[in-house]
């Protein structure tokens, strides 16, 4: 009896162990991951937030194989790991979960790409149970996003004037000043006791310039005489 139970125990230690296929008609894989963003375009300085989702195959197609021992990890564009707390860590075929705003992440210069976009990554992996041996499976999601370029600042010109413009002056009348006329006086006579006198010779009278005076027109002094000499013209 004894020589039984050790035959039976070194076949079944030389046996190898079989996993079980799950369920019996599945024919593959199907474990899969998706990210999304909270924005396709940021500016230095703003926020993004991540969602992911999980899946096992789809409902109207091959059927998948169960996936067991999920882990999901999000890798945002600063190089941080951030594994994500998951509601299931078991799928079978069909069965999706989705996780909105699972993480945020604040947008940095250092961390742009040369594409000039912000890359994040999310990795999903699991157990499938397939064919007589189960195997490791699963899917990674990259997403970028555009890195938008601040507007520059410019100053608007002020349209107040920055000083004020002095006002044109009315032409002021000053008549013209005539010269007075001093007459010369020359003595004659007076010799040998006779009667004298003088000759008054007078000085000629300067004639004065004439002077146009033009009343304040309102127009600027450039255009003042243009004004007038059109009315001239015309005999006012």
């Given at each position: 009896?004894?020589?039984?139970?050790?035959f039976?125990?070194?076949?079944?230690?030389?046996?190898?162990?079989?996993?079980?296929?799950?369920p019996?008609?599945?024919?593959?894989?199907?474990?899969?991951?998706?990210?999304?963003?909270?924005?396709?375009?940021?500016?230095?300085?703003?926020?993004?937030?991540?969602?992911?989702?999980?899946?096992?195959?789809?409902?109207?197609?091959?059927?998948?194989?169960?996936?067991?021992?999920?882990?999901?990890?999000?890798?945002?564009?600063?190089?941080?790991?951030?594994?994500?707390?998951?509601?299931?860590?078991?799928?079978?075929?069909?069965?999706?979960?989705?996780?909105?705003?699972?993480?945020?992440?604040?947008?940095?210069?250092?961390?742009?790409?040369?594409?000039?976009?912000?890359?994040?990554?999310?990795f999903?992996?699991?157990?499938?149970?397939?064919?007589?041996?189960?195997?490791i499976?699963?899917?990674?999601?990259?997403?970028?996003?555009?890195?938008?370029?601040?507007?520059?600042?410019?100053?608007?010109?002020?349209?107040?004037?920055?000083s004020?413009?002095?006002?044109?002056?009315?032409?002021?009348?000053?008549?013209?000043?005539?010269?007075?006329?001093?007459?010369?006086?020359?003595?004659?006579?007076?010799?040998?006791?006779?009667?004298?006198?003088?000759?008054?010779?007078?000085?000629?009278?300067?004639?004065?310039?004439?002077?146009?005076?033009?009343?304040?027109?309102?127009?600027?002094?450039?255009?003042?005489?243009?004004?007038?000499?059109?009315?001239?013209?015309?005999?006012?």
């Amino acid at each position: 009896m004894k020589k039984i139970i050790i035959f039976l125990l070194l076949i079944s230690w030389i046996t190898p162990t079989y996993a079980h296929r799950s369920p019996e008609d599945c024919t593959g894989s199907g474990l899969g991951v998706n990210l999304y963003t909270s924005t396709s375009q940021v500016y230095i300085g703003e926020s993004i937030s991540y969602s992911v989702g999980v899946y096992n195959g789809i409902t109207d197609g091959p059927i998948s194989c169960d996936a067991t021992d999920i882990l999901v990890s999000l890798i945002t564009p600063d190089g941080v790991d951030h594994p994500i707390t998951l509601s299931r860590t078991t799928l079978t075929n069909g069965q999706a979960d989705y996780y909105p705003s699972v993480v945020t992440y604040v947008s940095r210069s250092q961390d742009i790409t040369v594409l000039n976009t912000l890359k994040a990554t999310v990795f999903g992996t699991g157990t499938i149970h397939q064919n007589e041996t189960n195997s490791i499976g699963g899917s990674n999601q990259g997403v970028n996003t555009e890195v938008l370029t601040a507007p520059s600042q410019t100053t608007t010109p002020s349209s107040t004037p920055t000083s004020t413009p002095s006002p044109v002056s009315s032409p002021v009348y000053t008549p013209p000043t005539t010269p007075t006329a001093t007459p010369t006086v020359t003595p004659i006579g007076g010799g040998g006791g006779g009667g004298g006198g003088f000759i008054i010779t007078p000085t000629p009278e300067v004639t004065p310039q004439p002077f146009t005076y033009f009343p304040n027109t309102g127009l600027p002094p450039s255009k003042t005489g243009i004004f007038w000499s059109i009315l001239s013209f015309f005999g006012f």
